[in-house]
Every structure is written in structure tokens, then in C-alpha cells.
């Protein structure tokens, strides 16, 4: 691995991606994060494609979720969890929490708290915040 790993961040605006193309760039792709859908009630249409072929070209997986602040955490995690069967992929679930949607900063940190700690308590591992 060099210094600084080289990652890419996959979703549905992409395109259908050539993951044999991907496995065999060069500076090697080391780490993708691959968005599952938005809130509770959008699914990315290339998420169940994409994570399954970033895994058989063997390159480690973080599935990152678009949060919504004003949404239900729970429903949130269990719109995660649905998407990801018994396949939580190498890395921890990243939160993507660039979204305010007009809430206070303190309503926002709230969701994201109970959607960090639902999601360790159901994967095992602290999730990865992504923000701004």
C-alpha cells in the first residue's frame, strides 16, 4: 500500500462500471466506497451490482449511505442493513452526513449519533463519518 491510499467513491451517476478495468488500474484502487441509496427510501440502481463486484476482483469495501437528518435513524440503519444482507464488506459503513436539509446543527449530530451506534451495535465495527 503506498503512503496514501488511492480510493474511489462509486454510485449510480457512474454508470455501470468494468470492474475487471478498475482491479487492473494502475495506480491501484486499494479502497471503494460504494453508495447504497439515500435516507430509507432510495436505493442506488447500481448498489446490489457494484458491491458485489468490487468483491470479486477483491478490492476492499466500505458501503457508504446518504443520511438524512430530519429522517429516523432506525429507519435509516435498517434501510442500510436490508441493502447489505450478511455482507457488512471489509471496511466499517460510512455515513455520508453532507446533507443539512435546513436542521440545526444539534438535530443533525443527534441523528448521526443513533446512527452511528445502531450501526456498531449491528456490524460490530464504528462506522466512518463523512462530512464537509
Not at 471503494?32 to 469495501?61: C, H, L, Q
Not at 429516523?72 to 452526513?97: F, N, S, W, Y
Request: proline fraction near 5%.
Amino acid at each position: 500500500m503506498s503512503e496514501k491510499p488511492f480510493g474511489i467513491d462509486i454510485s449510480q451517476h457512474q454508470g455501470k462500471m468494468d470492474w475487471d478495468t478498475v482491479a487492473a488500474h494502475n495506480p491501484k484502487v486499494e479502497f471503494v466506497g460504494i453508495r447504497s441509496g439515500i435516507s430509507w427510501g432510495y436505493t442506488d440502481k447500481w448498489f446490489s451490482y457494484n458491491w458485489a463486484e468490487a468483491k470479486r476482483v477483491a478490492i476492499p469495501r466500505t458501503v457508504y449511505h446518504v443520511l438524512y437528518p430530519d429522517a429516523p435513524a432506525k429507519r435509516q440503519v435498517d434501510k442500510i442493513m436490508l441493502l447489505l444482507g450478511g455482507d457488512h464488506g471489509e471496511l466499517p459503513v460510512t455515513l455520508d452526513c453532507e446533507l443539512d436539509r435546513g436542521q440545526h446543527f444539534s438535530k443533525i449530530a443527534a441523528t448521526v449519533f443513533q446512527c452511528a451506534v445502531l450501526l456498531e451495535d449491528k456490524t460490530g465495527k464504528k462506522p466512518i463519518i463523512y462530512s464537509r
